[in-house]
């Protein structure tokens, strides 16, 4: 019940953020807030002052509510994670709802997950819809910054420079193309002008299906 209630937390502050990116300094009504999020008045009113009794909600009756700074930092973590699971599903062969799947997905990315995403889909800014994609906290930025040292994408190896592979965003059938010859853990060789090597064959990657391979290289490990 309680990792339950709080994704409740979560969507309504989730949802506090939606508010907040359209109009920063206005205050939003219960009314607003519950059509929204498809429940009812009452129930909006009471998850409101449950949410301002943790600090996350700045709520005054019959003005309506906005996010403090922490719930700011909570909301746009959430609205995050959720347009970088998007981003995933779209690059994903997946054809099922992607908003109600990237809904779900936000609830179990934790911060570890979250730099790993950030890494693996080379750090978006827009979700598949064209809407910008919040920043990291602050807290994950560095750590972010660290992973982008040594994982990268394969088109951005040097020449003779090898890397082990982390990650394929690969369709079915781009994997095709490539005669399933490639794996996870696999260690690959850039030899320049889009030619690479896997334990000394030789194969011919577009610039598109290399910057769906994230490696992870040895620069600047101690």
């Not at 506090?16 to 205050?27: L, N």
């Amino acid at each position: 019940m309680a990792g339950h209630f709080q994704e409740f937390e979560d969507e309504y502050l989730e949802t506090m953020y939606e508010f907040y990116e359209d109009e920063a300094s206005a205050r939003v009504r219960t009314g607003d807030l519950a059509e929204r999020l498809g429940v009812s008045p009452a129930s909006a009113t009471e998850m409101i002052q449950r949410l301002s009794a943790k600090g996350f909600i700045d709520y005054e009756r019959y003005k309506g509510a906005k996010l403090t700074a922490k719930g700011l930092v909570h909301g746009q973590m959430m609205k995050r994670r959720h347009r970088l699971a998007e981003v995933l599903l779209d690059r994903i062969p997946f054809d099922g709802n992607m908003h109600e799947t990237a809904c779900r997905l936000e609830h179990a990315i934790d911060d570890d997950l979250e730099v790993a995403l950030t890494v693996l889909l080379g750090d978006p800014q827009l979700d598949p819809s064209g809407r910008d994609i919040p920043k990291s906290g602050e807290h994950l930025e560095q750590r972010v910054k660290a992973f982008q040292q040594t994982h990268l994408e394969l088109s951005n190896l040097k020449v003779n420079e090898s890397g082990t592979i982390q990650g394929i965003l690969l369709s079915e059938a781009l994997k095709s193309l490539i005669n399933s010859s490639m794996n996870l853990g696999d260690v690959i060789v850039s030899h320049g002008e889009d030619v690479y090597s896997i334990s000394g064959q030789e194969m011919l990657l577009s610039d598109t299906i290399a910057k769906s391979i994230i490696v992870q290289t040895q620069r600047n490990k101690n």
